[in-house]
Each structure stands twice: as structure tokens, then as C-alpha cells.
């Protein structure tokens, strides 16, 4: 038995004129002989309005309740979904994360998969040719709903194909051709990528290019999944994501992501001695907020500015911890109006002067850096919200992408 999995964002399956298509390209696999796994995400919009629907009744919504509703998204597109195929003669069914059964834990909104017994999944596609998967979610051991965390279809669909084993393929089907050198909404003169490595594409997603939720591509690199980003509205044959190769490493700066999701916080006038930083960032763990970048200043006098950035959506919570926690703060300031821009490649590894380009580039477009944060294969700065646009094209530029 051939079994592909093919997974449909939001935008194609918004209304039923899209679903049509996701149809088209379903019954087209099955042409070649496949027999299908079809993950799907909610409709556009839906997951985004059920959260605000929750926020409506509750002012801190029960974090398992949130996910019980949630899921219902993705189990409406399912359902209308397999109509869609029973309706063209396919021997269609859908099935549910806790049906297959997906096993997380229990870190409601963003649980992670312990396991998938793919032993029921095959015995199905003996009966039917196509099954129609919820993605997006689970259960955990003691039978209570999970969500995997935003953009977790794309998780849902590339596990599955590792489950599967055999080397089944993972096609993710979005709302543009493939993965691009940088994101095409925010700059003309990006172009799509045949190809792209784990390790690159994994740094993409750390670094806010949506386009592959960051889970989905650990998951593809350790189980060696090839995945395929692809467009539902177009027939091009998209991007592979795939193992590091000899023509890649030869590449210096294959993109660039960015980040909207970010809110600064300083504290300024910290007591400069061992012991304070773990006084901060202890509390912000403990309360389960993520920090990304971090920046200490050099001391005056014994005291020190302390500034990190977090999730926007964290921003309140983190400044209440931090003052239930107490420190020696002079004041706490935050913005939100700040957004990250990062160069990613892996040929940086061997090559200096990157993040000289980098810094130049952005200097001469007059964009002011606010923070400035690097690994073996990223440059990353944070900027103004009102230039991240900008700051994008002069590094599409700078580097030729
Ligand atoms: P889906 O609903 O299909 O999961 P997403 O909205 O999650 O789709 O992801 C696709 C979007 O990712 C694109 O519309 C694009 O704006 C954005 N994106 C960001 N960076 C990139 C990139 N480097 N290449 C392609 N798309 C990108
Ligand atoms: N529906 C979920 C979301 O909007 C999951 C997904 O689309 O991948 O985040
Ligand atoms: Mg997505």
C-alpha cells in the first residue's frame, strides 16, 4: 500500500470553492495509486474567532476547556470535508486526533506528542481510500482534549507520516507556492526555494516565518520525512525540505524571517551581582512565559539595565510576575511596537563577516537596531515594527537573495 499524507492550511479550506480544489488535488493522488492521509486545519479565521468567543465568556479561560473548544474548529472542516469526497464517489471517513489516537501531554495550547499507534490508521486504509484527519490535536493518557499550539496542523500532518514510517511522504499544502527567500507578503522581490535543509528551514521557523510550524520540521529532520511546501492554487512543484547537501553548504544567507510577535521588557537599574538574573528569568520560567532575546548592560556603579523580550500575549502576565516576584528595579518599561529581523544560512558556519553586511545594511537604511542576537547559522536584530518592511528589502537586497 502507497500512502501519502497531504495537509491543507486555513486559507484552503475556507469556504467550500477551496475545499473544491483541496478535492482536486486529493483525487489527483489517488489517480497515481495513493491511498491518503488528508490532515486539515480549521477554516480561515476559525480558530482565531473561537479564541475570541472564549475571551467573551472568560476573562482567563480554563486552559483544557479552551482546548475542548478549539478543536472543534479543525472537526467542522473534517466532517464538511469528507461529505466533499463522499460526494464524488471516494470511499472517504474523518477521523479525530484522540480516534487515531495522537498521545500528548498535558501542556494544554501547546502539548507535544509522545506517541502515535499508527496500527489503527493502516487497518482503515484497507476499508477506505482516503482519511480525513483532524489536525491540530490530541489526547492525553487520561482521555482529555489537547491542541499541539498555533500552526499545529502542520506538526499533526508530518507525525503522522513518521508514525506511517515506510518513507512516507508529507506534502503541506498553503497559500503560496513553496518556502521563500524571505516572507512574499512583506517583500516583492522574494523568490521560492527548490530546496531547503532541516536545519535552515528549522532556523525559518524559530525566526517567525509561519510557513512551517517549528515542531513540524524537528519532527520531519528526526524521523527524516520528506516534506514538500506546496501551493493548493497553483500546480508548482513547491519547496523540498530535506537532508543538508554539498550544494547547499555552499550557500551563504539562504533568507530571511520575521517576527511581529515580540514585546520588549527592561528592567532598569538592577543590582549588577550574581544571582539577578536568575531572580528574573526563575519566575517568567516558572510561569511558563518563553523569554527570547536577552540583553545586560554594562554596569554603573553596581547597577545594570536588564531587557528581554517576550510573546506580545505575555507581555501583562510577565510584567505581573515580575512585580508579585519583586526586584530591585528602579521602573519596568515594555513596548510592543518592536519586531525581529533575521538572516539565516547555514554557510554562515564558515564564513565571517555576516553580520557586518547585516549591521552596515541596516545602518545605511537608517534603521536603528534595539537588540542584536546570533547563532552559527542566524543574525538576528530587533527593530521598530514601522521598519521591518524596509529593513527586509535592504537585506533581500544586501545579500542577493
Ligand atoms: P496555512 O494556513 O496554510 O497553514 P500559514 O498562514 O500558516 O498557512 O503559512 C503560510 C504563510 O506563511 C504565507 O501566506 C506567508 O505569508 C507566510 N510566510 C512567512 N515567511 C514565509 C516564507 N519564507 N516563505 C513562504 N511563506 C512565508
Ligand atoms: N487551526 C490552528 C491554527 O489556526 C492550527 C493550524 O491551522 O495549523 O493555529
Ligand atoms: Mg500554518
Redesign the pocket.
Known sequence: MRILVQKF??SSVADLECMKKVRSKVLAAREEGYKLVVVL??RAG???SLLERAYQWSDEPDLAELDVL?TT??QESVALFSMLLQDAGVKARSILGFQIPIITDDAFGSARIDSIDATRLRELLETYDVLVMA??QGRTPDMRLT??????????AVAIAAALGDDTRCDIYTDVDGVYTTDPRMCKAAHKLDRICYDEMLEMASMGAKVL?IRSVEIAEKYNVPVRVRSTFSNDPGTLVTKEDDMMESVLVSGIATDKDQARITLCDVQDRPGTAASIFNPLGEAGIVVDMIIQTASRNGVTDMAFTVSRKDLKRAIDVLTKAGNDASKIESSASIAKVSVVGVGMRNHSGVSGRVFDALYKAGINLIMISTSEVKISCLVDEADLELAVNVLHKEFDL
Open positions: 492550511g486555513g486545519s480549521a476559525q480558530t482565531n478549539l474548529g479543525e489536525g491540530f491542541t499541539l499550539g498555533r500552526g499545529g496542523s502542520d506538526t499533526s510550524q
